[in-house]
């Protein structure tokens, strides 16, 4: 399936409360949301009684809350990842009307899956949807989601992680091009995030599990590998760097660490792979330029 590109940012402003309380005054919006009108309520008293710009640690309250944007870092709706236990309960709700029919639910669904398993380590993601809103219900269906337990109301789904990294590794590109890692670089990279306690690290184990794994002697050499150097248009700004393992990071000399940010987005694609990556505060357009050195076309593998 085709899907647009969205991401998940877990900062939420005053102006984003504004337009969440817009969202929650449309009746079709707030039909299958069992506490909307509570929630509406909540947001009201909190934009009255804080001052505050960002009210992230309010709406985390009991939870984690996340606005939707698109790849015009246009807010489109929210996601609520709830962990119980092993479990993980997502809420889902895109807001305007005009967006429905875009297939924003269900990007939305990927990315809130990846921070469930991947960040929050749930075993499993549940959706409990009403059994009359067919939108929902087919967008996490078609996500993978597998029927669980059914009521005269209500309706739960499911998703374990076991087929959560099956599907993954099936269909590994949602709103981008499929990427390649050596087994080489993927081992080591897998004994840095064992001891890796950053918060964004789960981006980059995201993308070394959704990646292609090749054989170091087999992989063209216009793939991004770690310790090649590339030319990179980064929102039409050209950029030389070299992708680095964290100890030898400089960003002073164009030595990118594969934990920053571009770091971890350009890993295994290739020359000409033009894709939308999420930043702190807006999202970029990345396109591999020219790959100018990789270790294992120049016969490097030690490095």
């Excluded at 571009?262 to 694609?269: P, R, S």
Aim: proline letters at 3%; one cysteine or more.
């Amino acid at each position: 399936m085709n899907m647009p590109f969205v991401s998940l940012s877990p900062e939420i402003t005053r102006a984003n409360a504004l337009t969440l309380m817009t969202w929650l005054e449309d009746e079709d919006v707030t039909r299958y949301l069992s506490d909307s009108h509570d929630v509406s309520r909540s947001i009201e008293q909190v934009i009255e009684r804080v001052q505050l710009p960002i009210l992230t640690h309010l709406f985390n309250q009991g939870g984690r809350f996340f606005m939707v944007y698109d790849q015009h870092d246009v807010s489109v709706g929210f996601v609520r990842l709830v962990k119980r236990g092993r479990d993980c309960e997502m809420v889902l709700v895109i807001g305007d009307r005009g967006n429905w029919g875009r297939k924003l639910g269900a990007s939305a669904i990927r990315e809130g899956m990846k921070i469930a398993f991947f960040e929050m380590r749930a075993e499993r993601v549940i959706a409990k949807i009403h059994r009359d809103n067919a939108r929902s219900l087919n967008a996490f269906l078609h996500s993978g989601f597998l029927l669980d337990r059914e009521t005269a109301a209500m309706k739960s789904l499911v998703m374990n992680a076991a087929r959560y990294l099956q599907l993954l590794r099936k269909h590994p590109a949602v709103h981008a091009a499929d990427i390649y890692i050596t087994e080489i670089d993927k081992a080591r990279l897998r004994n840095l995030i064992d001891f890796e306690l950053g918060p964004d690290i789960f981006e980059l184990e995201h993308e070394i599990e959704r990646a292609i794994v090749v054989d170091a002697r087999k992989v063209t050499d216009d793939v991004v590998t770690m310790n090649s150097r590339a030319l990179l248009h980064v929102n039409d700004e050209a950029m030389e760097i070299a992708l680095v393992y964290p100890e030898e990071a400089d960003d002073r000399s164009g030595k990118l660490s594969v934990f920053s940010g571009i770091g971890t987005a350009i890993l295994g694609y290739r020359e000409g792979d033009v894709f939308n990556w999420r930043m702190p505060g807006h999202t970029c357009r990345i396109r591999i330029g020219k790959v100018l050195y990789q270790p294992e076309a120049a016969g490097h593998f030690h490095l």
